[in-house]
């Protein structure tokens, strides 16, 4: 058990060491020496726990995703309608930013590298198909319910994931700006009234 501590506080030193040196120096320019020297480890206890740099970068993007995928498993309270699902889903962001602050070099790292390696782009782009899929499936359960109009999931979930994403990184770029989580949860509000079912009055 000791054993399992000592791996995973080293996993972590090696994590921290390479967030950092990445967000401060990219990717390219950041050695594996340079990382084991920041976390002080020896490159054979860097290779007991990473095969290679580029899959402690992916590592770190795993990292940064998790926290979104753990909150999206929930799914449907019972008695829960599908737009109060969704905008309880949106305070997650709230944890995203809270996470993110002061990590937009490294955030900014992850979209570049993921433009120039299909590995890393397989692993950017995954998850966020994912999203996007997961909030299809729950568009068309809302419009099956008689929450929504009769609207396509797809482009619904896309316009959903865009604005999260896109919020995130004003988020990121001025975290002092405004109140993003606030903002976040209204602007879900807004798109969640355009697409819902009004009633029709005799």
């Known amino acids: 058990m000791a054993g399992n501590r000592h791996g995973d506080d080293t996993r972590e030193r090696i994590l921290a060491a390479a967030e ?4 401060q120096h990219g990717y390219d320019a950041t050695g594996i020496a340079e990382v084991c020297a920041k976390a002080g480890v020896t490159k054979g206890g860097f290779y007991h726990h990473f095969p290679s740099k580029q899959a402690l970068f992916l590592a770190l993007l795993h990292r940064w995703l998790e926290g ?21 889903m949106a305070g997650i962001l709230s944890q995203v930013f809270a996470a993110g602050s002061g990590k937009l070099p490294i ?17 950017t782009v995954a998850p966020y198909r994912q999203y996007r ?17 009769p609207v396509d999931p797809l482009v619904v979930a896309s316009t959903l994931v865009s604005l999260a994403i896109g919020l995130t ?17 209204e602007s879900i509000a807004l798109l969640l009234q355009g697409i819902e079912r009004k009633e029709v009055r005799p």
């Open 169 to 185: 990184l004003q988020g990121l770029l001025d975290p002092q700006g405004d109140d993003w989580p606030r903002i976040a949860q």
């Open 20 to 23: 950092s040196l990445f967000a």
């Open 133 to 149: 899929d997961y909030f299809a499936r729950l568009i068309q359960r809302g419009i099956e319910e008689g929450s929504f109009q």
């Open 68 to 88: 979104v995928q753990a909150s999206l498993q929930g799914g449907l309270r019972e008695g829960e309608s599908v737009p109060a699902a969704i905008l309880r």
């Open 107 to 123: 955030f900014l790292e992850f979209w570049s590298k993921a433009t120039r390696e299909p590995v890393v782009w397989d692993a």
